[in-house]
């Protein structure tokens, strides 16, 4: 375990990890040397089987190890979070990297904007080793990013920093779900307070490997069932409320689509029926 200084840090890293052996390393360095020294670096490993728990004791007292049965990348955030002594929480995915500069870069905007909850920097985005440019649907905005996050997350994890007492207002990641649990987060958050962002790409976000989570099939069924929650929440105006509804309606759409074409159609039936229910 890390060694605690007097007084508690400004900032908690959690970076959740399962049989990450090939990229942990890279994760847990860009934390290591980042110019900011303010902070305590969490790593939460979720039952690897690989060789990612043999690397992450070599680190010794530089981070706070953290292991638990597999359980989901929602519990082992969600138990960084619970172990976490600093008043703002930055996560990392283990296979993203930050440039040196991204934690105080992140902190400086919390000083001078002491009402913020959350804020995220742009990214650099690699897709099977190469850089690739986002798409316009994928450009992140700033301020109330509510209904432009329906159609697909707007929040990366990577390099998003918030205040810890958000997740008291708006709870923690939900581990029922096995994927798009940071879509379900960030609308719960979103539909409320503005997520700033920082121009600078201070978060590199690496994609296009076999294990990344965001490539499994049948998403569509995880966002119907974060929309289902924010639109039972009491949370949304009747503007968010619309147009949360019609979202729920074009992926409910989508995934029935997808069912009928291979025969599932007892399932493609109730998610037809559930479009039909919020038809505005």
Known sequence: MITKKNSAPA?????????RGWCIKEAVGSVLEQDCDDYELLVVDD????NTLDILQSYGHA???ICQPNQGVSAARNKGIEASSGQLIAFLDSDDIWLPQKLSRQLEFFNAHPQALVNQTQEVWIRNGR???????????????????LALCLVSPSAVMVRKNLFDIVGNFDESLPACEDYDLWLRVSCRYPV???ETPLTIKRGGHDDQLSKAAGLDK?????????????????????????ALQD???IFANGCRK????????????????YSL
Request: glycine content about 4%; proline content about 2%; overall charge positive.
């Open 11 to 19: 900032i908690s890293v959690i970076i959740p990890t399962y049989n």
């Open 47 to 50: 039952g690897s089987t690989d």
């Open 63 to 65: 981070i706070t190890l």
């Open 131 to 149: 850089r690739v440019n986002p798409k316009k649907h994928h450009q992140k905005v700033s301020g109330m990013i509510f209904q432009r996050s």
């Open 196 to 198: 700033y962002l920082i």
């Open 222 to 246: 995880f966002r119907v069932k974060a929309l289902l929650k924010i639109l039972e929440s009491n949370l949304l105006s009747s503007s968010q409320y619309r147009a949360a509804a019609k």
């Open 251 to 253: 992926k409910c759409t």
């Open 262 to 277: 291979r025969g599932r159609h007892s399932e493609a039936r109730l998610y037809e029926q559930l479009a039909a229910k």
